[in-house]
């Protein structure tokens, strides 16, 4: 069981910047991937980024273009999200998630545990 708890959303206008954090606990793996996915109403729930624990090497979706940066600290079990030059577009609930096999990173389906979500709002 691994129990993920998400922070640092917040309401910021567009062009301005977010960190948000996963802290995770429970059965963690040097081997798990986290990811971090976004879900606007009405939409799915789309990938963000992820990174391995044990890997400085990060995946990142395309709409990112060098926006955010997913970051994580072993010591504190703590992913985090960096968000910079926010967009309107990017307003949604942002969810931490961590998969313990392998599978497709970028898609929902490949996680096993979820966090709560923390919302992201974008104003114009």
């Known amino acids: 069981q691994v129990v993920l708890v998400e922070s640092g959303g917040g309401l910021v206008q567009a062009g301005g910047s977010l960190r948000l954090s996963c802290a995770a606990s429970g059965r963690i793996f040097v081997s798990d991937v986290m990811g971090w996915f976004r879900q606007a109403p009405g939409k799915e729930r789309d990938f963000v980024a992820a990174v391995r624990w044990s890997a400085d090497t990060a995946l990142y979706a395309e709409f990112v273009g060098g926006r955010f940066t997913i970051s994580r600290d072993n010591a504190k079990n703590t992913v985090y999200l960096q968000m910079n030059n926010l967009k309107p577009d990017d307003a949604a609930v942002y969810y931490c998630?961590?998969?313990?096999?392998?599978?497709?990173?970028?898609?929902?389906?490949?996680?096993?545990?979820w966090g709560q979500g923390t919302q992201v709002t974008v104003s114009s």
């Open positions: 998630a961590v998969a313990q096999g392998d599978s497709d990173f970028s898609h929902p389906t490949g996680y096993d545990y």
